[in-house]
């Protein structure tokens, strides 16, 4: 039985960087991810995003990496999202269960594959986690509005929550390829009903959706909130013309009365 271990140890690797100081055996890589081939049945899957999986690695050896690669990571977190996969080779067919996988052959390609979902599933428990705080701070507000009829943020502080959110629907669009196979299940039946069952198993796809759906939520409350706030300072700008109207009404009557 060999074991997928995944992490989500940061925001960001340095690819690039990475690459031209690690010297394993570089099986696949692009500008978004390096696979390694490090000896029969071990594997190592970098992602740019932040994401690391081991297979068939100790506890000992993966936090012995994770050590390692900390220096090219932005933003390593103390907490790390993981999750672990069975992958169980030599059955008599390819068979996906709840936390395992029956894999007839050995093979790179199957197991890059089984990697990248697991990885990918770690990843959007990560987004879910933003996308939750972004909705929980939003809600504050809101709550806030229905409670005072005013808004408790300033106009600074409300672009700087606009950024986050776009930040992170841009990051998950960018990183994520839920949507998108890799070009090896194109050509390979066996690997596409891989892909397509692992898929189904990390429920990729609906996990995506409600992140999506939450992160449009969040939008339209910050569109709301914007609107407010514009209506606010067309109302401020409108009471200081009608106050330099007032004044200046006021001081051609003191005039008039003075001559």
């Known amino acids: ?33 390096l696979f390694y081939a490090i000896d029969e049945d071990r594997y190592l899957y970098i992602f740019r995003y932040g994401v690391v999986c ?9 936090a012995e990496f994770i050590k390692f690669i900390s220096q090219y990571c932005k933003n ?3 907490t790390k999202l993981s999750e672990e996969f069975l992958i169980e080779p030599n059955a ?24 990248l979902n697991v990885s990918q599933s770690v990843a959007l428990d990560y987004y879910a986690q933003q996308s939750s705080l ?7 507000h809101t709550l806030c509005l229905e409670k005072k009829g005013t808004l408790a943020i300033s106009g600074k502080r409300l672009k700087k929550f606009i950024g986050r959110t776009l930040n ?4 998950i669009v960018e990183n994520l390829y839920i949507f998108d196979s890799p070009p090896e299940t194109w050509e390979d039946e066996s690997l596409n009903k891989i892909d397509t069952g692992l898929k189904k198993t990390f429920d990729l796809h609906l996990r995506f959706k409600d992140i999506h759906e939450e992160l449009q939520i ?3 409350n910050l569109d709301l909130f914007q609107n ?7 109302s401020a700008l409108e009471w200081i013309v009608i106050l330099l109207i007032l004044v200046e009404v006021i001081n051609l009557f003191i005039e008039k009365l003075l001559k």
């Open 1 to 33: 039985m060999l074991k997928v271990s995944s992490f989500q140890i940061s925001d960001g690797i340095d690819i690039k960087a990475f690459k031209s100081v690690f010297t394993a055996n570089l099986f696949y890589s692009d500008s978004d991810e």
């Open 54 to 62: 081991f297979l068939n690695y100790d506890e000992l050896k993966c």
């Open 76 to 78: 390593i977190f103390e």
């Open 92 to 115: 008599k067919e390819n068979r996906i269960g709840y936390n395992k996988i029956e894999i007839v052959n050995k093979d790179a390609d199957v197991f890059r594959l089984i990697m």
């Open 134 to 140: 972004l909705l929980e701070e939003t809600n504050h």
């Open 168 to 171: 992170l629907k841009n990051r």
């Open 218 to 220: 969040i939008k339209e």
């Open 228 to 234: 407010i706030m514009q209506h606010r300072k067309s």
